[in-house]
């Protein structure tokens, strides 16, 4: 009896640690970028204040951006609007308006059917007045 309790202890035991072993937040299935930020540095009032941010698709499905939102008005995104097949990448360009002097930190939070949903953006810069 105390040979089978103790089997069953261990095969339990087992199946817990192999469960545990497994990444929920691997690369599978999910949306991968190449920087998770971009910062603008100080730059003067009026600049261009537009950059991008590439992603892979790691999955094995097409991942559809589903909805990508900016922080507040001042930021614009625009983001590839087709499936991005798996392998493939696409790309999320933000504009920021420049015209506002002073710090800025805003995000954009990226909505796909990933499983790593939602993905969260961040510019960041000072803008200064023009002399």
């Avoid at 545990?20 to 998770?36: C, H, L, Y």
């Avoid at 991008?52 to 983001?79: H, M, Q, R, Y």
Wanted: charged share 15%; proline share 5%; glycine share 6%.
């Amino acid at each position: 009896m105390k040979n089978s309790l103790l089997v069953m202890v261990m095969v339990l035991f087992a199946a817990l640690s192999m469960q545990a072993q497994v990444n929920p937040t691997s690369s599978q299935d999910s949306i991968v970028f190449d920087k998770m930020a971009h910062d603008y540095g100080t730059i003067v009032q009026g600049s261009d204040g537009n950059c991008e941010f590439k992603f892979v698709n790691k999955g094995k499905a097409p991942i559809i951006l589903n909805e990508v939102k900016a922080s507040c008005g001042c930021t614009s995104p625009d983001w590839t609007r087709t499936p991005v097949a798996p392998g493939e990448t696409g790309t999320i360009k933000v504009a920021y308006n420049t015209n506002i002097a002073g710090a800025f930190n805003k995000t954009v939070t990226v909505n796909s059917n990933a499983k790593n949903t939602p993905v969260i953006l961040l510019i960041k810069g000072i803008v200064t007045a023009k002399q």
